[in-house]
C-alpha cells in the first residue's frame, strides 16, 4: 500500500504509444487536503493526485477540469472533463483521482490503460 503525505511531487505518465511525461504534482491525502482540492483555484500547476478517492465534485469550482480515475496499481480506468458544477459519478475500482486543467491530461497521454506513477523526492517511488 502506498504511504503518501500532503505534499509536492512528480507524476510520470506512461503512454500506450511508449511516450513518457513528467508533470508537477500535488499531493492531498488528508482529509482536509482532499476536501479542500482545487476548489477556488484559477489554474492548476501540473496536476493534483487525491488519494483515497472513487469520485470526485466540481461544485464551487473555477475552472473546468481532466479527472483521471486510477486503480490500485494506478492504472488508468476511466477519463472525464468535467465542468464547474458537477458531480461525477463513483468509479467501483478506483482507489485515487488524478485532476489537471482542462485538455492537459490528452497532451500528457493519460487515456484508459495507460499508466503513471508518482515520485516523492528522495522517496524512490
Do not use: C
Amino acid at each position: 500500500m502506498r504511504r503518501w503525505r500532503d505534499g509536492r511531487a512528480e507524476l510520470t505518465v506512461y503512454g500506450l504509444r511508449g511516450g513518457r511525461v513528467s508533470v508537477p504534482l500535488e499531493i492531498a491525502v488528508s482529509y482536509r487536503a482532499r476536501t479542500k482540492g482545487l476548489l477556488g483555484r484559477d489554474a492548476v500547476d501540473g496536476a493534483m493526485l487525491l488519494s483515497p478517492a472513487g469520485s470526485v465534485h466540481t461544485f464551487r469550482m473555477r475552472m473546468p477540469i481532466d479527472v483521471a480515475y486510477l486503480d490500485r496499481a494506478l492504472t488508468v480506468i476511466a477519463v472525464r472533463t468535467m465542468r464547474p458544477g458537477r458531480l461525477g459519478l463513483p468509479r467501483l475500482r478506483s482507489r485515487h483521482v488524478l485532476e489537471a486543467a482542462a485538455g492537459a491530461m490528452a497532451g500528457w497521454g493519460v487515456e484508459v490503460g495507460a499508466r503513471v506513477s508518482v515520485e516523492v523526492a528522495g522517496d524512490g517511488r
